[in-house]
Structure formats: C-alpha cells, structure tokens
C-alpha cells in the first residue's frame, strides 16, 4: 500500500499565497504522475495540476500562471505552490499519485486525505 501525507493548507486572504506538500511512504515500487486535486461545497473534484515522473506538467486553464506543482523523485514528494490565490480556489486539495507497490506490476491510484484552503475575499 501507499500513504499519502498531505500538508500546507489553510486562511488566505485574496492574493496570497500558500505551499502545498505531500510525502508518499510505503511499499513503493514506482511512481508514475503525482498531482493535486481539489474539490469544492457542491461541486466535482477536479484536476488543479498534474507532473509526470520525467516531469512533464499540466495544469487547469483557471491556475495556469498562478500555480507551480513540482516533484522530487527521490524523496517521493510533490509540492503545490500557489500564488495569487483567489476566492474561487478555496476547496479541499487532495493529492493523488498513480503507484505499483513491491511485488506488483500493477499501477493504481493513490489519494491523501485531503487539506482545507480557503481564500478569504
């Protein structure tokens, strides 16, 4: 199994800026893409950005240009950095990395447990 351990979140006012962080521990063989997702009241979570492990990126159109997701392979960690953060971005971020464990070839997706920001107006 993974684990994914999930930090950074909290009160913003419009225009600030926060640092989501995420650590995935266990029986890890391979990690392919990690991203962030994020889910508000009444709505579908959706995709905020997204790194595969060469580092190739993708991000929703409403965060390009605000928001910068990088990884560290070795450590196993993806990091959200947001800047420039608005009312609408506050949501429940969750981080998700597509896995195998040892002794699997099998990959299959992972989720944290998910951290509250909220973008004061």
């Known amino acids: 199994q993974v684990q994914l351990v999930e930090s950074g979140g909290g009160l913003v006012q419009t225009g600030g800026s926060l640092r989501l962080s995420c650590a995935a521990s266990?029986?890890?063989?391979?990690?392919?893409?990690m991203g962030w997702y994020r889910q508000a009241p009444g709505k579908q979570r959706e995709l905020v950005a997204v790194?595969?492990?060469?580092?190739?990126?993708n991000y929703a159109d409403s965060v390009k240009g605000r928001f910068t997701i990088t990884r560290d392979n070795t450590k196993n960690t993806v990091s959200l950095q947001m800047n420039s953060l608005k009312p609408e971005d506050t949501a429940v971020y969750y981080c998700?990395?597509?896995?195998?464990?040892?002794?699997?070839?099998?990959?299959?997706?992972?989720w944290g447990q998910g951290t509250q920001v909220t973008v004061s107006s």
């Open positions: 790194i595969g492990s060469g580092g190739s990126t």
């Open positions: 266990g029986s890890i063989y391979s990690i392919n893409a």
């Open positions: 998700n990395c597509n896995a195998a464990v040892v002794g699997s070839w099998l990959y299959r997706d992972y």
